[in-house]
């Protein structure tokens, strides 16, 4: 099985599990309407549909390479993909923002600002927007992402996530109950996985054909390991957030022994 044929067969497994969460999330939100629940809902959607727009554009582009279908205008279907799916992962970055300014509401600095931080982080994420879809304009039907754009995205993702990271530690530290620390945890732990995700992909593009060329034949192993953590990062964001009752079992005793 070649490169490309793997990565299409990944990004649809990806897809599928990215689609069961973002579904368990929005039957929670009509359950209890809680604003987080949405906030988390709308950010996992538009991360999935960052993944449909990879997963049909490399499907073609596996298509079009092996000769089952024609490409007569010569688009440059993998890196239409790309685009397209790091525009909508930048609208996912600022509904993450959302999220923990919502959730951790209490915090000083929200209390100050209010939801001034989220919309400049919007704001920022909006420069993603232009620089991609710009430039897909400009080159079309053949755009090419370079490694300003994926540096500048990274970076405001790694932001959204270590923002995640860091305001989950305070009411982990008061946590009481195991369960609650617990689910503290798994939300730290896919902030981890969310900014691995990217560092991945980066270390892809770096060391792959479009840059320094290091690992030669297109996609890296860092590519299918940034899937992976995919998994993790959305796994562990539903179940930290919704501590579902087989998870929440595990913790049963009442208080928490150590700190």
Known sequence: MDKLLVAVVIEGIVLAFVM?????????????RRRT????????????????????????????????????????????????GYSFSALSNIFILIFVSLIFSQAA???RTGMLIPIFFAALNGITIGILLG???????????TMLPT?????????????LIAFTR??????????????????????????????????????????????????TPFFFLAYVFAIFMCGLAYIGFT???????RFKETKLDDN
């Open 243 to 249: 501590m579902p009752d087989f998870v929440r079992n």
């Open 170 to 219: 305070q009411p982990l530290r008061h946590a009481i109950l195991r369960w609650e620390k617990a689910g503290f945890r798994f939300i730290i732990l896919s902030g981890v996985f969310g900014i691995l995700i990217y560092l991945s992909f980066a270390l892809d593009f770096l060391f792959g054909d479009n840059a320094l060329g290091i690992i030669s034949g297109g996609y």
């Open 20 to 32: 069961f969460v973002v579904t368990m999330l929005y039957i929670r939100y009509f359950k209890r």
């Open 37 to 84: 629940a949405l906030a988390l809902a709308v950010a996992f959607t538009f991360w999935d549909i960052a993944i449909i727009f990879l997963f049909v554009f490399r499907l073609l582009e596996y298509l079009v390479v092996n000769g089952l279908i024609l490409n007569p205008n010569n688009r440059e279907y993998g890196d239409i993909g790309v685009m397209l």
């Open 135 to 145: 430039g897909g304009i400009r080159l079309w039907p053949a755009p090419q992402y």
């Open 109 to 111: 600095i929200f209390r």
């Open 151 to 163: 540096l500048y995205h990274l970076t405001l993702t790694f932001i959204s996530f270590i923002a």
